[in-house]
């Protein structure tokens, strides 16, 4: 699991907290690190009516997979450890928008990319 140390003062005495303080009045906490969200989420139409590509840079984390979204309830999420996605039975009307979010093997979350329909 990919972690940061981060350093705090310590506490007061009486302050409630329990942890022990390191030398010199500081604790040290691992704090989980999340991955980054995808970036440059591009979707475009299939080569098949109803269909939809959605495309991604992939995150500089090692052992991470994705989940595409859908934004609209028609369609389910796909999860893949590829860069690409397809989805077949848009219907019409349907705008075709997608996020993406990268998910390491211990399950952390990245903030969603940023939104991307069908042009």
């Not at 350093?7 to 022990?20: F, I, L, N, V």
């Not at 475009?44 to 595409?68: C, F, I, N």
């Not at 993406?100 to 399950?107: E, P, Q, R």
Request: hydrophobic share 35%; aromatic share 6%.
């Amino acid at each position: 699991m990919m972690s940061v140390f981060r350093s705090r003062k310590a506490p007061r005495s009486g302050s409630g907290d329990t942890t022990t303080p390191a030398s010199g009045g500081l604790t040290t906490e691992l704090v989980p690190f999340r991955p980054p969200a995808p970036q440059a989420v591009l979707v475009t139409a299939g080569s098949d009516p109803g269909t939809a590509v959605v495309t991604w840079q992939p995150v500089e984390v090692a052992d991470v997979h994705y989940q595409v979204r859908p934004q609209s309830g028609a369609t389910q999420p796909q999860n893949t450890a590829e860069t690409t996605a397809m989805f077949a039975g848009l219907v019409a009307g349907d705008p075709g928008c997608f996020t993406v979010v990268a998910i390491t093997a211990d399950g952390r979350l990245s903030d969603d990319s940023a939104l991307s329909c069908l042009p």
